[in-house]
């Protein structure tokens, strides 16, 4: 599989900074998905939301040219660690990944990505209308 960026793999990491680079995207990845989802509702966040959401659209369509309909460099990042750490397995999906460790439930591809861009695109309209079309 080919990578947005990869890791060194000259040199031995030392094994806390795998560990914290493991701890931050799991948490910034996680905030993140969730900030996608409703950052629109809080009126001081919504521009940066819309942003963020046009950069998670472009990694997922332009990059995705590349390295596959719905790269993330994030989980690329994130998934480069654990398998550094030794964890092997891992579905394509964040959203998935994010499910199973957190109920023990691996859903199937494609009831993730389905739901995942119905979502994404709900709160894409959300965030355009808070955004652009309300009246202030």
Known sequence: MRTFFQFKTNTVMDAFWLHF???????????????????????????LHFYSLVITLFSWGVLGIWYGFGYCFLTDWHYQVLRKLGETGMPNSYI?????????????????????????????????????????
Not at 27 to 39: A, C, R
Not at 103 to 119: F, S
């Open 21 to 47: 680079l493991n701890y931050f995207f799991f948490v910034f990845h996680t905030v993140l998905i969730i900030f996608n989802l409703f950052g629109w509702l809080v009126p001081k966040t919504r521009r």
């Open 96 to 136: 998935a990944f994010l499910i199973e460790k957190f109920t023990g439930w691996l859903p199937g591809a494609d009831l993730v990505n389905t739901w995942t861009l119905i979502l994404t695109v709900a709160a894409l309209i959300c965030s355009f209308w808070v955004n652009f079309m309300r009246k202030k």
